[in-house]
């Protein structure tokens, strides 16, 4: 179970950009640079939520090693995090490999590769997401994260984003 702390995902999280970098150099490839976007909606769909949930990880980390002491569970967290996305995406490209544009070599150097096997599985084992519950369980659910001012923060953005779309269709 050992994972010491989030600067230690750097491993997986390494592998799992190689990998979604070669997946979307692919993806270009094969949908001519976005062209032909509409033949491969599911898999484009499938890339783009794994390229997705890697920034999700790496942004997990990053608030781990920022602010650990405020949130002790949160390396903890960013480990699951981690393992999850990186099982998921090995799962897809192992059952589809040249659809993502690998070979077995390449999977053999990155989702494969012994230290990657050894976070995934550490990430994922029991006793760390037991703890987690029973931190969880322990504080009665008490959030210590940074998620409600994310979520401010998100709000803002969408009626930014929102009011610039609203602009550019009342001008046109």
């Not at 032909?36 to 997990?60: M, P, W």
């Not at 480990?79 to 990186?86: G, I, K, M, P």
């Not at 976070?119 to 029991?126: F, P, S, T």
């Not at 779309?165 to 550019?168: D, E, L, Q, V």
């Given at each position: 179970?050992a994972?010491?702390?989030?600067?230690?995902?750097?491993?997986l999280?390494?592998?799992l950009?190689?990998?979604?970098?070669?997946?979307?150099?692919?993806?270009?490839?094969?949908?001519d640079a976005?062209?032909?976007?509409?033949?491969?909606?599911?898999?484009?769909?499938?890339?783009?939520?794994?390229?997705?949930?890697?920034?999700?990880?790496?942004?997990?980390?990053?608030?781990a090693?920022?602010?650990?002491?405020?949130?002790?569970m949160?390396?903890?967290v960013a480990?699951?995090?981690?393992?999850?996305?990186?099982a998921?995406?090995?799962?897809?490209a192992?059952a589809?490999p040249?659809?993502?544009?690998?070979?077995?070599?390449?999977?053999?150097e990155t989702?494969?590769?012994?230290?990657?096997?050894r976070?995934?599985?550490?990430?994922?084992?029991?006793e760390?997401?037991?703890?987690?519950?029973?931190?969880?369980?322990a504080?009665r659910?008490e959030?210590?994260?940074?998620l409600?001012?994310?979520?401010?923060r998100?709000a803002?953005?969408s009626?930014?984003i929102?009011?610039t779309?609203?602009?550019?269709l009342?001008?046109s």
């Open positions: 179970m994972i010491g702390g989030p600067q230690e995902l750097k491993p999280h390494s592998a950009e190689r990998v979604i970098g070669r997946a979307c150099d692919h993806t270009r490839c094969v949908t976005g062209k032909g976007i509409d033949d491969h909606q599911v898999h484009c769909e499938r890339v783009s939520y794994l390229a997705t949930e890697l920034r999700a990880a790496q942004a997990l980390a990053a608030y090693a920022a602010d650990g002491n405020r949130d002790p949160a390396g903890e480990a699951v995090f981690a393992a999850r996305a990186a998921r995406f090995r799962s897809e192992s589809r040249e659809a993502f544009g690998f070979t077995d070599s390449f999977l053999a989702l494969d590769a012994p230290e990657v096997k976070l995934m599985r550490a990430g994922l084992a029991d760390r997401l037991e703890a987690i519950g029973r931190h969880v369980l504080t659910g959030n210590e994260s940074w409600e001012h994310e979520t401010d998100l803002r953005e009626v930014r929102a009011g779309r609203a602009g550019k009342h001008n």
